[in-house]
């Protein structure tokens, strides 16, 4: 069996785990400050919209809902949520609703036609997307 050293330096599997979306471009920009700012601003943004999009989900309950549908519904383009969504199915607080009958993952037509999967919470409101009504 070959044991790793320990003067060679951190293992993999030494560096802590994060629950943070990573910057993905944090190899390019090199810790520029503006970058690092713009980052850490743009994740409070994608929280808040994964917020959004959880308590909408809650509202819709069994009905579900498209990345279409919530785009539409808030008024802006779908390109701008669908990363949101992905994010949320990653990490299992949203699934693809199934057909009962089936178990197929149910679709429905966007507004282009194309089919869209459907989502519902994965359980309820994660706590870190609840807001208070007091």
Known sequence: MNR???DDGPSLFDKPVSLAEPDITARKHQGNAQS???W???QV???ERKGQICRWLAQRGDVGG???EFAAEIGVEVNTVSGRFSDLKRRFFIKQKLDAATGKPLTRATRTGSSAA????NGP???QYRRDST
């Open 66 to 68: 498209t990345c279409d």
């Open 40 to 42: 850490d601003k743009a």
């Open 125 to 127: 409101v994660p706590t």
């Open 45 to 47: 943004s994608a929280d």
């Open 4 to 6: 790793r050293a320990a």
């Open 36 to 38: 690092v700012a713009a």
């Open 118 to 121: 459907v989502y519902v919470l």
